[in-house]
């Protein structure tokens, strides 16, 4: 593995169906992040972690859910999926203890239709 | 609230040069960041800057003005493979990225 990895590439799903996006990296960053990008908006962040162990809300939260087992994984769950949710996700990661710098690299993304 | 200004769209010829706006209000400052963004792909990073003034790196150069929540990103000796969407992204007082909808730029031959 070199950087950032995400799956599945694509995904269609029934609505009310639970989904679990992954993402690993393997640089050893501390921080990580999930985002969806839509159509005409800029990226907003959905959960970020700074380290393993924490997690903390972002912009849009609802409906989502993370955990931070170790530094490496950071999978984003959707409990009940619904048709808003449809979207192209992204997982980041920055070496965020150099806060001076915080430059986040970003996985090739997942594209989530919800039907 | 915080809020991130950059044009939807931008048409400019090969070779030339243009430059891409960008207006911010965001709750603190820790720097700004542009990223680059081809269709499908994911956005890769371009510049940082933290101080006012020029960043220049190769045909990329950024620029900043704190105290006008302002910064462009020039881009020199425009190629086809430029045609991309371009992301500015202030840094907030929690270090947080805001994201600006992107610009996407379109050479032409």
């Not at chain 1, 005409?40 to 993370?66: C, F, M, Q, W």
Request: glycine share 8%.
């Amino acid at each position: 593995i070199a950087g950032i990895t995400q799956a599945p590439t694509s995904q269609i799903l029934a609505a009310g169906r639970r989904m679990t996006l992954r993402c690993t990296q393997d640089m050893r960053h501390n921080a990580m992040y999930w985002y969806r990008q839509d159509l005409g908006l800029g990226l907003r962040l959905i959960h970020y972690s700074n380290t393993a162990g924490t997690t903390g809300k972002g912009e849009v939260p609802d409906g989502y859910s993370v955990s931070r087992a170790n530094t490496d994984d950071f999978p984003l769950t959707l409990a009940s999926a619904v048709p808003s949710q449809t979207s192209v996700y992204f997982c980041a990661s920055s070496d965020s203890e150099r806060h001076s710098y915080n430059e986040q690299f970003f996985g090739p993304g997942t594209r989530l239709t919800v039907l | 609230g915080q809020n991130i200004d950059q044009p939807t769209e931008m048409t400019a010829t090969e070779g030339a040069i243009v430059q891409i706006n960008c207006t911010y209000q965001t709750s603190g400052f820790n720097g700004l960041f542009w990223y680059q963004q081809h269709a499908g792909e994911a956005p890769t990073f371009l510049s940082y800057n933290v101080l006012d003034g020029l960043e220049e790196k190769g045909r990329f150069s950024s620029f900043l003005s704190r105290s006008k929540g302002y910064s462009y990103l020039l881009l020199k000796e425009l190629q086809m493979k430029d045609s991309a969407s371009y992301l500015c992204a202030p840094m907030d007082s929690n270090y947080q990225l805001i994201w600006g909808a992107g610009t996407k730029l379109i050479i032409k031959p």
